[in-house]
């Protein structure tokens, strides 16, 4: 018997603008798997049109990386 876990995003992508108070912001979580075969969680989040910021955070697997999601 397979027990399948309930399906949850991998990736969300968010956005708030608001011209009037000068708003523009992006925020961005996502789960990958890096070239070492660790599950990694990875947000960024800044202005729009720019880099922004990034943390990067590595579990042992996806289940682990999705509960911190």
Excluded: H
Excluded at 27 to 43: N, P, Q, T
Aim: some cysteine.
């Amino acid at each position: 018997m397979t027990i399948q876990p309930k399906p949850s995003p991998s990736a969300v992508y968010l956005r708030r603008i608001d011209p009037t108070q000068n708003i523009s912001r992006f925020y961005s979580i996502r789960i990958e798997k890096d070239l070492f075969g660790e599950w990694c969680l990875i947000r960024q989040w800044g202005r729009i049109g720019t880099i922004g910021r990034t943390r990067r955070d590595g579990f042992p697997d996806a289940a682990q990386a999705l509960d911190a999601m």
